[in-house]
C-alpha cells in the first residue's frame, strides 16, 4: 500500500466517532479526498459526499460507514464513578479492564473500565462476564462535583486503543468496523479520478449505520443512485471454534467478498466477478440469503429501489478492539470498484 494511503488509514482508525458523533472523523475524510473529488459536502444528518463527474451517467453511489461501535455516559454517582450504556453492538464481556477515553465538552478525559479485583470475588463468580449495567468507568475523580468537570450524561467514550501492523500485511485496530470500508470507497473514488469515468460517481461516507442504516438511507433518498456499492467488512471464519458449515469459509488475505442473495442486484453481482476475473483481482463469495443488515439493505430500498452490491472486507473479531484485515484485500477491494465502474457506460441497464 502506497505510503500516503496507509497513513490515512491510521488516522482513520485512530480518530473516534460513535454513532451519533462524526464530526472529527468527516473532516479527516474530506481533508484526504477534496484534492481527487469535483465537489464535496455535507448534508443535515452528517453524511459527506465527495462527487466525481456529477452529470455523468449512471449515477453510483458507493458508501463506507464512518461511524463506530462505542458508549455513552448516563449516570455519575456521588464518588465520581460514571455508568455507560451501549452505542450499538457492543460485547460488554470484553470491556472490563480496557482504558477508554470520556469526550467531553472541554476535552478527552482518560479512563479505565474497572472491574472488582478477584481477590475480591467469591469463587464462585469468577471469570464471570459483568453486564453492561454493572461497568464503570474510572477517571479518577474525587467525587461527583470532579467528574462533572470532565464529563456529562450523553458524553461518548470510546475504548484506547490504536492501529497495529502484524505479519503478512495484516493490521489490528478497533473501528476497522467500518473505517476500513470508508477507506476502500475512498480510494476507489481517488483511482477513479485519474479514469475519467463516463460515470457520476458519489463516495458517500455514511454515519449512524451501527445504530440503524440511518445515513444511509437518508443519503441514498437524496443522491437517486441508478446502482450502489456498500462495503463493510464481513467475517472471516478462517480462526478456531468457527464452524466454516454454519457460516461458509472466508479467510484473510483471499481477496474482497461479494455477496450473492436477496440484497444483492444481479447484473451488480456479475459485474463485479466479471471485472474481477478480468483484471485478475482475487475474491471470495458469501452466500446472504436474507437482508444483510449493512448500508446496501438501506440503498436498496430507497425510492423505487437501487440496483445493490456488496463488497466485504474479512474482518477477524469484529466489534472488538483488535479487529484484523489484510491490506491486500482492502487494495484488491479499492481496486475491483475502481475498474467496475470504470467499464460502465451510459447504456447500461441494471435490470435483472
Not at 465537489?39 to 465527495?50: I, L, R, S, T
Not at 466479471?274 to 439493505?297: F, H, L, V, W
Request: hydrophobic content about 40%; proline content about 5%; charged content about 25%.
Amino acid at each position: 500500500m502506497r505510503k500516503e494511503s496507509l497513513e490515512f488509514l491510521k488516522k482513520l482508525v485512530t480518530t473516534p466517532s460513535p454513532s451519533g458523533f462524526e464530526a472529527d472523523i468527516q473532516r479527516v475524510c474530506k481533508d484526504y479526498v477534496e484534492k481527487h473529488a469535483d465537489e464535496v459536502y455535507k448534508d443535515v444528518h452528517g453524511n459527506q459526499f465527495a462527487v466525481l463527474n456529477p452529470k455523468g451517467k449512471p449515477r453510483i453511489m458507493l458508501a463506507g460507514h464512518v461511524d463506530e461501535i462505542g458508549l455513552m455516559v448516563n449516570h455519575i454517582d456521588d464518588n465520581g464513578f460514571m455508568s455507560v450504556a451501549p452505542i450499538g453492538g457492543v460485547d460488554a464481556s470484553i470491556l472490563d479492564g480496557q482504558r477508554v477515553v470520556v469526550h467531553g465538552e472541554g476535552g478527552d478525559v482518560s479512563g479505565v473500565i474497572g472491574r472488582r479485583a478477584i481477590h475480591l470475588t467469591d469463587p464462585e463468580d469468577r471469570g464471570k462476564p459483568l453486564k453492561m449495567h454493572e461497568l464503570w468507568v474510572d477517571i479518577g475523580a474525587k467525587d461527583k462535583a470532579d467528574a462533572q468537570k470532565a464529563a456529562a450524561v450523553g458524553d461518548p467514550v470510546t475504548l484506547d486503543v490504536g492501529f497495529t501492523q502484524l505479519r503478512n500485511d495484516n493490521v489490528c485496530a478497533r473501528a476497522l468496523d467500518d473505517r476500513i470500508g470508508a477507506f476502500v470507497v475512498i480510494e476507489a473514488l481517488r483511482l477513479l479520478a485519474k479514469k475519467k469515468p463516463t460515470c457520476a460517481v458519489y463516495c458517500v461516507t455514511t454515519v449512524q449505520e451501527e445504530v440503524g442504516l440511518r445515513g444511509a438511507a437518508t443519503a441514498a433518498y437524496s443522491c437517486e443512485p441508478d446502482a450502489g456499492i456498500a462495503v463493510d467488512v464481513s467475517h472471516a471464519t478462517d480462526h478456531p471454534n468457527c464452524d466454516n458449515k454454519r457460516y461458509g469459509a472466508t479467510t484473510l488475505g483471499g481477496g474482497p467478498i461479494l455477496a450473492r442473495g436477496c440484497n444483492i442486484n444481479p447484473v451488480v453481482a456479475k459485474g463485479l466477478a466479471d471485472a474481477a476475473k478480468k483484471e485478475k483481482i482475487p475474491y471470495q463469495m458469501s452466500a446472504e440469503p436474507r437482508a444483510t443488515g449493512t448500508d446496501a439493505n438501506a440503498m436498496q430500498l430507497s425510492r423505487g429501489g437501487v440496483a445493490t452490491g456488496l463488497v466485504g472486507i474479512p474482518n477477524r473479531y469484529m466489534h472488538s478492539p483488535v479487529e484484523m484485515v489484510n491490506l491486500g484485500d482492502v487494495k484488491h477491494a479499492s481496486d475491483l470498484i475502481a475498474a467496475w465502474i470504470a467499464s460502465l457506460n451510459s447504456k447500461v441497464s441494471f435490470i435483472p
